[in-house]
């Protein structure tokens, strides 16, 4: 059955294949099969997942209802996963099948097909057809979704130009180890191996993650709501700035952070700190008529963890810090501007965690969207830990003298 007349079918409860195949050849791109699983409303956030031939199964599903079986490269190559719809996790009712490909665009890859097969008795339930945008990387051509009685297949077919980093911070899953054998050369060769001596397991494993450290520039980014983005870590300076629209209401832009000793500390309109000596962050601009506060870490060795808070002070009134359009932009000032806006609206709450930097890996920086109220009219900051989780409503009361 083609979805060119049907673009959308109820599935009888079972285990289906989801198999893609495309002819190899010297000039066309390989392709990887990935199955993305957003998390819905009953998940938490960092729950969804990308299932792929790097990462086969959902490492929170004993079941393993959602698995890679694996690849057979030959004239034909062949990527196959395989979907239990009687078990799949209720946090999950969306499974997005999508082609990524590597050395070439989606449509150059030859005589590509991209089928559902009942995994009993290896009949074929659909046949999907493909029309990936010229320059897709990847392509999504269509979804399972469950709703109340039962599930269902669905055509999609959109595309990301800019590849698996789109995909990734669409949906918010982590793609990793395809993003990192894509930017590792496959004639990439260990100095050793070079002179005829042999690698051993961990040293090969720690030299592709070696390789994979050099984290290409994002460019301008828009975090969901939970997602992450990773960067390389600058060895100078981050910037984190506090943007927002209502220039009636004052916001307070916060950093609270662990240096690298372990020892906590607050950077803020009271203690402004300093970028040439310690702590080596320093607020360096306050402009309530621009709407715009901005925290400059300058040297980011010197930390391990900084959450990125704002405080709106009661005479603001009830409001709502996304009504106030209020977005934090991390800024690495080597090509990475990664955005992290506000979703929810919350009316009586005077805190909020929007952004979370983490530096303890020696090349990486990752920076998380965490969007986390306080209780309604709680004054309370935020504290964060050494390990870098946080917690609401617990730390320090300040009224802000006007």
């Not at 390989?30 to 990462?55: E, H, K, T, W, Y």
């Not at 994979?212 to 990773?230: M, Q």
Request: charged letters at 25%; glycine letters at 6%.
């Amino acid at each position: 059955m083609s979805l060119t007349m049907l673009p959308q079918i109820a599935l009888r409860p079972r285990r289906i294949h989801v198999v893609l195949n495309w002819v190899k050849t010297p000039t066309t791109p390989q392709l990887d099969l990935i199955l993305v699983l957003p998390a819905n409303n009953a998940g938490v956030a960092g729950s969804a997942r990308a299932i792929q031939f790097a990462d086969p199964t959902d490492p929170t599903d004993s079941s393993a209802a959602v698995r890679h079986l694996g690849r057979t490269d030959a004239a034909v190559s062949t990527d196959r996963a395989q979907v239990d719809l009687n078990a799949v996790p209720p946090r999950y009712d969306q499974i997005l099948m999508a082609l990524s490909a590597t050395g070439g665009r989606v449509v150059d890859a030859a005589e590509t097909r991209l089928r559902l097969i009942d995994a009993e008795d290896n009949t074929e339930i659909l046949r999907i057809d493909l029309a990936p945008g010229p320059a897709d990387l990847v392509h999504i051509p269509g979804e399972l979704y469950r709703r109340a009685d039962g599930w269902y297949y669905r055509a999609v077919g959109f595309g990301f130009t800019d590849g698996l980093t789109g995909l990734s911070f669409r949906f918010a899953v982590p793609i990793n180890d395809i993003l990192r054998r894509q930017q590792v050369p496959a004639t990439d060769v260990a100095p050793d191996a070079a002179e005829g001596k042999e690698e051993s397991r961990s040293e090969k494993a720690e030299r592709r993650a070696s390789s994979a450290r050099a984290v290409t520039p994002l460019g301008d980014v828009k975090l969901l709501p939970g997602a992450s983005a990773t960067i390389k870590r600058p060895q100078h300076e981050i910037t984190a700035e506090l943007t927002w629209r209502r220039k009636d209401k004052d916001l307070d832009l916060y950093a609270l952070y662990i240096d690298s000793d372990g020892r906590e500390g607050v950077c803020y309109y009271r203690d402004q700190g300093s970028l040439k000596r310690p702590p080596h962050i320093c607020l360096t601009t306050g402009d309530r008529h621009r709407g715009r506060e901005a925290i400059v870490i300058a040297r980011p060795s010197a930390f391990r963890h900084i959450l990125i808070c704002a405080y709106s002070a009661v005479e603001n009134g009830i409001g709502s810090f996304r009504g106030f359009r209020a977005v934090v932009e991390v800024d690495d000032h080597a090509g990475s501007v990664i955005q992290t806006p506000l979703y929810h609206r919350n009316s009586f709450s005077y805190w909020v965690a929007i952004a979370r930097i983490d530096l303890t890996a020696e090349e990486e920086a990752v920076i998380e969207h965490v969007e986390t109220y306080s209780r309604p009219r709680s004054e309370r900051r935020p504290v964060l830990r050494g390990d870098g989780t946080f917690v609401m409503d617990a730390g320090r009361v300040e009224f802000k003298a006007r």
